[in-house]
């Protein structure tokens, strides 16, 4: 079965500084790749997604992600984080009509 | 255009006691999609349904029932609540299986405990 794996659980940050969280999955056909955000008290927004073509994907807020096939992973990365990006963030991966959803990383941004 | 909402936003149960979680659409998508999110384990799903009338079972589906009667609205029912299910339940839906149709649009949550 498909899983995956957001190895960074808690991760902070000052401002300013560069963002990298770690996306991994397990199945090696075709996906559909996203990332999900969740500010404080707030439902789940789609921050970017991939299914095809470039594998450099650019979401809202300056948010990117790097779809590496042969490493199954789909890594998000910011290069200036502000504070208004504290938030949990979730991977997700679509198969069959059914997302799989990573265990999330939570980021704190320091003023 | 109100998008996913959800009924109610939060909610006290006593161990055993019943409840129905209310989502409705106004997008017009098929798929509609029952999730629970739990500290360190993400969003788990519950229950999904692939159109009106259809239901099905995702990963957690024990204790849980759903209906979808009308397109737009997909029920979440809990007939004998136990602290177990104490967790923020999120909606989902979206148009369709494939490309860019599988992206989900998320509820605001329903924050449930269960004493």
């Known amino acids: 079965a498909q899983s995956v794996s957001q190895h960074n659980h808690h991760v902070i940050l000052s401002e300013a500084a560069s963002l990298e969280l770690g996306c991994n999955y397990s199945y090696g056909g075709t996906v559909n790749l996203f990332w999900y955000v969740q500010y404080p008290g707030q439902h789940l927004q789609l921050l970017l997604k991939y299914f095809s073509g470039d594998p450099l994907v650019k979401g809202i807020k300056g948010f990117e992600a790097e779809f590496i096939k042969s490493k199954f992973s789909f890594n998000l990365r910011k290069p200036s984080v502000q504070w208004s990006d504290t938030a949990e963030y979730f991977c997700?991966?679509?198969?069959?009509?059914?997302?799989?959803f990573g265990q999330g990383t939570e980021l704190s941004v320091k003023p | 255009n109100a998008g996913v909402t959800q009924t109610p936003k939060f909610r006290v149960l006593k161990t055993g006691q019943s409840m129905t979680l209310l989502c409705a659409q106004d997008?017009?998508?098929?798929?509609m999609y029952w999730y629970r999110q739990d500290p360190g384990m993400g969003l788990r799903l519950i229950h999904y349904?692939?159109?009106?009338?259809?239901?099905a079972k995702g990963e957690v589906p024990d204790g849980y029932n759903v209906s979808r009667l009308k397109k737009q609205n997909f029920l979440l029912g809990l007939e004998s609540a136990a602290p177990s299910q104490t967790s923020v339940y999120f909606c989902?839906?979206?148009?369709?299986?494939?490309?860019?149709?599988?992206?989900?649009?998320f509820g605001p949550g329903t924050r449930l405990l269960v004493l």
């Open positions: 997700a991966v679509c198969q069959g009509g059914k997302l799989i």
């Open positions: 997008m017009n998508h098929e798929y």
């Open positions: 989902a839906s979206s148009k369709g299986l494939a490309g860019v149709w599988e992206t989900q649009y």
């Open positions: 349904s692939v159109g009106e009338g259809t239901t």
